[in-house]
């Protein structure tokens, strides 16, 4: 997937020089991640931007979803927790990795001790045991290091939402937790710019399908994709197809 290319190469470039490595104790957040699972029944997941792995912390809800491991904490080489990414709606995944790019870029222009202010907060639609899809929250918090101002952990937390208030359609903000304030939430803008068709082929490039593979699933020629795209690029004045899909949320 493209947009997931790019946060690989925003995330973790930079965050292995020897020279300037993060000296924040692990264990510290690990326990952190934990304690969430434990004390609100969420699944927990650290990612470690320094070492490229992650820890993932379950709890009943993970059963609820059909999450079931005999591994508490269960390690992955891999900032990614395929298992959970691979049972989430193909729509919020890819609004999911959007959003966390945008998350990053806002705190790359937002003071050093403001950054743990803001947080990620969604609900998206995650499978269940039942093969079912639920409204999920989630919430993302990122953590930065002194030593190198770099990012070194995000802690991902996955926890069933409440059935009194599930939303009628996924949500995706950042907030700033001190104030209340929502900072940033989707909006779909392109809809006044693209036709129904442009916004479907967008939609797939996000999700990493090539121009060929479109064409085969749309039943059209690989020659109307590639003008299709091309003319994206053009009405939305972008250069390149992962630009588009991260403007694609607006403001």
């Not at 797939?204 to 039943?219: H, N, Q, R």
């Not at 994206?232 to 390149?240: A, M, P, R, S, T």
Request: glycine share 4%.
């Amino acid at each position: 997937m493209e947009i997931v290319d790019t946060l690989n190469k925003t995330l973790l470039i930079g965050n292995r020089e020897k020279d300037k490595s993060c000296t924040l104790d692990i264990e510290i957040y690990k326990s952190m991640a934990r304690s969430y699972a434990q004390v609100e029944n969420s699944i927990a997941v650290l990612s470690d931007m320094q070492a490229d792995n992650s820890y993932v912390y379950f709890s009943r809800t993970a059963d609820e979803l059909g999450l079931n491991s005999s591994e508490n904490p269960k390690v992955i080489d891999s900032i990614w927790e395929e298992d959970i990414l691979k049972k989430i709606h193909p729509d919020d995944k890819l609004k999911k990795y959007i959003h966390e790019l945008r998350f990053f870029k806002m705190l790359e222009e937002v003071g050093f001790l403001e950054r743990s202010g803001f947080i990620v907060l969604s609900n998206i639609r995650i499978k269940d045991k039942d093969d079912c899809y639920r409204f999920v929250r989630h919430r993302m918090f990122y953590f930065y290091s002194p030593d190198n101002g770099k990012l070194r952990f995000a802690l991902c937390l996955y926890d069933m939402a409440l059935k009194r208030f599930q939303p009628g359609a996924s949500e995706f903000l950042i907030v700033n937790s001190v104030n209340g304030e929502i900072v940033a939430e989707d909006k779909l803008t392109y809809q006044n710019v693209l036709s129904s068709r442009e916004m479907e082929i967008l939609k797939y490039v996000g999700e990493g399908f090539t121009s060929k593979e479109i064409a085969e699933m749309l039943c059209i020629s690989i020659n109307t994709v590639s003008r299709h795209r091309q003319n994206i690029l053009e009405k939305l004045k972008v250069k390149n197809s992962v630009k588009a899909i991260t403007n694609s949320l607006g403001k």
